[in-house]
């Protein structure tokens, strides 16, 4: 990389403007500042919608810069991946989202400061991307109550960010789900029934650092499949704490299982979301692309 010395640092920064309440933009130029005092040649923008700031993305892309920073969360990430999945360019995180998910998996700092002054010398790491009826996702497809969780927390951008929101939205909603049936094929296997939930992760954990899938890896080429199949009410109450560490998974109700390839179905739609974004509805084909995503990350010991 040229952070090596080669020469000054080519970069371009796209900023989610909601993220952090608003404060995005206001973090985003500090950084740039910072990093422009390095001798980084720094460029900022700040798109207005998601769809402004997926064609920022592939125009930045088209430039060939040694990186291309985000500075959002995980649905931020979500809508530059068509851009920078499958090209050598890589992908920074600044992260200023409500979960930023995928930066922890990662092992990388969760504050956007830390992170921007760990990189005077980064190293890039190939990771997996997902796609979904052909729509790419780094972390994790939704179905069953996480989706409707999901669904409340993104039409209202008020509640609290991580698991707090997670928490608050599932309680609220738990007193009027009602159980959906799906049916998984995968890799040899097969499940039908009613279900809580059904995750499909490339990434561990969702919700601000909820470890629905702690098997899965971001490098393995598998997605992980959790199904946590209906139980009661009360039931699902004594098993959420459990998602801190992951201790849902040597519970009776609940399974893993790898796979390459997902087909998700229902007897009637039910809606979808990965990285916490809407993806459409079932049914719908899941795959995972191996090494598809390069990633920049701080060199060992500058983290």
Not at 266 to 287: R, W
Request: glycine residues 10%; charged residues 20%; contains cysteine.
């Amino acid at each position: 990389m040229m952070s090596d010395g080669a020469g000054p640092l080519q970069v371009i920064v796209i900023v989610n403007p909601n993220a952090k309440k608003g404060r995005a933009p206001q973090i985003a130029q500090k950084i740039v500042r910072l990093w422009n005092r390095w001798g980084w040649r720094c460029e900022l923008k700040v798109p207005k919608t998601p769809q402004e700031l997926g064609d920022e993305a592939h125009r930045a892309v088209e430039r060939s810069p040694d990186a291309v920073f985000v500075v959002g969360g995980d649905g931020t990430v979500h809508h530059a991946l068509p851009a920078l999945s499958f090209s050598p360019v890589p992908l920074g995180i600044l992260p200023c989202g409500r979960g930023n998910d995928l930066v922890r998996a990662l092992g990388l700092p969760t504050e956007p400061s830390r992170m921007a002054g760990a990189l005077r010398s980064f190293s890039v790491r190939n990771i997996d991307v997902g796609s979904i009826n052909g729509r790419l996702f780094c972390g994790i497809v939704t179905c069953g109550l996480d989706s409707d969780v999901a669904d409340f927390a993104h039409r209202h951008r008020h509640i609290p960010g991580g698991w707090l929101g997670y928490f608050s939205a599932a309680l609220f909603l738990l007193a009027r789900f009602r159980f959906p049936t799906v049916s998984v094929c995968a890799d040899g296997w097969h499940f039908e029934g009613p279900v809580t939930v059904c995750a499909t992760a490339n990434c561990p954990a969702y919700g601000g650092g909820l470890w629905i899938a702690p098997t899965a890896q971001l490098d393995d080429g598998l997605l992980n499949v959790c199904l946590v199949r209906k139980t009661s009410k009360v039931r699902i109450l004594c098993l959420l704490p459990t998602l801190f560490w992951g201790g849902h998974i040597n519970e009776p109700e609940v399974t893993i299982l790898p796979a390459e390839r997902v087909s998700l179905s229902s007897p009637s739609p039910l809606p979808l979301f990965a990285d916490g974004e809407p993806v459409g509805v079932t049914p719908a084909e899941i795959t995972i692309h191996r090494s598809a995503l390069r990633v920049v990350t701080p060199r060992a010991g500058d983290k």
